[in-house]
């Protein structure tokens, strides 16, 4: 069974400070990771993907994976209220398949 | 292009009934996913076509749970009959898997139906 392990949360910072979600995986092959935002009562959206060891930025997110350990994480700088939703960890594991296995994400509030 | 669509947005029905949920991936996708999600266990794969053909079904929960895609342009979701526990969000994705480039594994999802069964 290929897991993807989230804290559920809520995480709460201030406006402003950065915030960081972290996600374990038990697949050791796993080739792509994925995060995507969920606002409640919305549907997920893609906001960022990496394949390579090490950090990859967009904007005020950075993505970091750590192969050797088996964890990935989001980095929101300057957190905005309108951060704040859910956001989902997804693997994809080695092998053919391109299905990607979920986290339960984490909730993140940003409070002014 | 409209995104995903599904339907309906929002269905109520009473526990035996059967429910179909119905589906429209983007136009140019290759693969078409079935996810469904609850506070409890997250978001979980029920089903994944690839061009038109279930490539995995061990997410779905039991024979009560049916899926179809009959042409690349739509799938549906049938239970029958439905049992309260079958309360959740249903979700629809597509993608256009195995062309390459693997920003093509992004998933598109629809805005989902929200199933009560009472």
């Known amino acids: 069974q290929k897991e993807v392990e989230q804290n559920s949360g809520p995480l709460s910072v201030p406006e402003g400070a950065i915030a960081s979600l972290n996600c374990t995986y038990s697949?050791?092959?796993?080739?792509?990771f994925f995060w995507y935002r969920q606002y409640s009562g919305k549907s997920p959206e893609l906001i960022m993907f990496?394949?390579?060891?090490g950090d990859k930025e967009d904007g005020r997110f950075t993505a970091q994976l750590n192969k050797a350990s088996q964890y990935v994480s989001l980095l929101i700088r300057d957190s905005q209220p309108s951060d704040s939703a859910t956001y989902l960890c997804?693997?994809?594991?080695?092998?053919?398949?391109?299905?990607?296995?979920f986290g339960r994400g984490t909730s993140l509030i940003v409070h002014p | 292009d409209a995104g995903v669509i599904q339907s309906p947005r929002h269905e109520v029905t009473e526990m035996g009934q059967e429910v179909t949920l119905r589906c429209k991936p983007i136009?140019?996708?290759?693969?078409l996913f079935w996810y469904r999600q609850t506070m409890m266990r997250g978001l979980e794969l029920l089903i994944y076509?690839?061009?038109?053909?279930?490539?995995?079904d061990s997410g779905m929960p039991e024979d009560r749970f049916s899926a179809k895609m009959p042409n690349a342009s739509f799938s549906t979701l049938k239970i029958q009959p439905s049992e309260p526990r079958d309360s959740a969000v249903y979700f629809c994705?597509?993608?256009?898997?195995?062309?390459?480039?693997?920003?093509?594994?992004?998933?598109?999802f629809g805005s989902g139906t929200q199933l009560s069964v009472l």
């Open positions: 994705a597509s993608s256009l898997l195995g062309q390459g480039a693997r920003t093509n594994e992004k998933l598109f």
């Open positions: 697949d050791r092959g796993s080739q792509s």
């Open positions: 990496i394949y390579s060891n």
């Open positions: 997804a693997v994809r594991a080695s092998g053919g398949s391109y299905i990607p296995t």
């Open positions: 136009s140019g996708h290759n693969s």
């Open positions: 076509f690839n061009n038109n053909v279930p490539i995995d």
